[in-house]
């Protein structure tokens, strides 16, 4: 079948004929019909995660993913052939970026009904670490003040929905361009973040959602009232991070150094900082497609590839200027 692969790290991703699937007794196999793409796919690329997903090389990328059931390992009973599905497989299983893919059942849930694929493969990523950024980490309750970096990006465009279905009241950074779309989203206050500094703007914040990272993480942690919680999902990783991963002991030591600098700040704001590394879970997806059938979130897919496309478009993204994410058609579904 043909993915989306890389060889060696650093080089370019590249459309290769790999082997089928192999398919467990936990396991789902699925014709991939639409697939999400994320900064994390060109990360994985570049060897940015080496040292935290071991993966084998050559592997083929892609996080996230929409298709249709083609069968079903003998331990599995929530899925059978025909059932439209979505996922976020484990990190150390990807593979999105191909013709079909195993995926675990615990990794996997139907998508909202009448959605089309397209508009599946663009949710499970960005909309798990929004439910595990915004409800179990941060448990936001109604009336708190909740600011999401990035509010047009693939992940801020879902994470605003959320925190306002929870009852915050948001702030958001977005460019210029982007500022009325994110007020549509439901932002109560924007900020044009390269004209505009947000320190300067936004005080009293409960949680802070930064995918900056850098500076704006560092001013972040400023608009926090004391007792407030900045979560970085840009960055910096943090010891927890490296405790929950089982990282050696040398890979521990130097992530913990990485976020020493930003955690000693927090302490004397006497606010927090945690790294959140989203993780994969059906369960939450399903909890999910509840929300998009309710109405309270809403896909937003600013552009469609074809497969063909994929190297490119994961080039693409760094450059920035679209609105929510990117989805790529993978094996259109046959009438
Ligand atoms: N740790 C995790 O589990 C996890 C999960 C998901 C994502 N992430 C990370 O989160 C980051 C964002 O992901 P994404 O999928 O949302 O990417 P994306 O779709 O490319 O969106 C990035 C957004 O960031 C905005 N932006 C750029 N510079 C900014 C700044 N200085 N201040 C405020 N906003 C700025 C851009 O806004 P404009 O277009 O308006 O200029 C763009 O909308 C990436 O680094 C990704 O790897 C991590």
């Known amino acids: 079948m043909k993915a989306v692969v890389v060889t060696r790290y650093k080089e370019r991703p590249h459309i290769a004929d790999v082997a089928e699937p192999i398919v467990g007794d936990g396991d789902v196999l699925i014709r991939v019909e639409a697939a999400g793409l994320n900064p994390l796919d060109q990360g994985i690329a570049m060897g940015g995660f080496a040292q935290i997903l071991r993966y084998r090389l ?3 990328l892609g996080n996230e993913l929409a298709g249709t059931v083609i069968r079903v390992g003998e331990q ?3 899925f059978r052939p025909g059932d439209r599905v979505y996922s976020r497989p484990d990190a150390g299983r ?3 970026f191909a013709e079909r893919i195993a995926v ?3 990794d996997l849930a139907l998508i909202p009904t009448a959605m089309r694929m397209e508009e599946a493969a663009s949710l499970p990523l960005v909309a798990l670490t929004a ?3 915004l409800i179990e980490r941060a448990n936001v309750q109604p009336g708190q003040k909740v600011l999401i970096h990035g509010g047009a990006g693939g992940f801020g465009s879902i994470a605003i929905q959320l925190a306002k279905h929870l009852g915050a009241e948001v702030a958001t950074t977005a460019s210029a361009s982007n500022l009325d779309f994110v007020r549509g989203l439901g932002a109560d206050t924007v900020v044009d973040y ?3 500094d947000f320190e300067q703007l936004l005080h009293g914040y409960v949680i802070v959602i930064d995918s900056v990272g850098g500076e704006n993480l560092e001013k972040s942690l400023r608009i926090l009232k004391p007792g407030g919680m900045a979560i970085g999902i840009a960055g910096p990783p943090d010891p927890a991070f490296a405790r929950d991963m089982r990282l050696n002991a040398v890979v521990r030591v130097a992530i913990g150094r990485l976020s020493s600098r930003v955690r000693r700040q927090a302490n004397s704001l006497g606010v927090s900082y945690g790294f959140l590394f989203m993780r994969a879970s059906g369960e939450q997806l399903s909890r999910i497609t509840a929300l998009v059938e309710a109405g309270a ?3 937003i897919v600013g552009k469609t590839v074809a497969f063909d496309e994929i190297p490119d478009a994961l080039a693409a993204l760094k450059r920035g200027g679209k609105r929510g994410k990117v ?3 993978i094996s259109p579904t046959e009438h």
Do not use: K, L, N, S
Request: hydrophobic content about 45%.
């Open 297 to 299: 979130i809403r896909p």
């Open 131 to 133: 439910w595990q950024a």
């Open 76 to 78: 599995v009973h929530g």
């Open 94 to 96: 990807i593979g999105a």
């Open 58 to 60: 050559p592997v083929i």
């Open 104 to 106: 675990g059942e615990a």
């Open 327 to 329: 989805v790529a058609t």
């Open 194 to 196: 390269r004209g505009q």
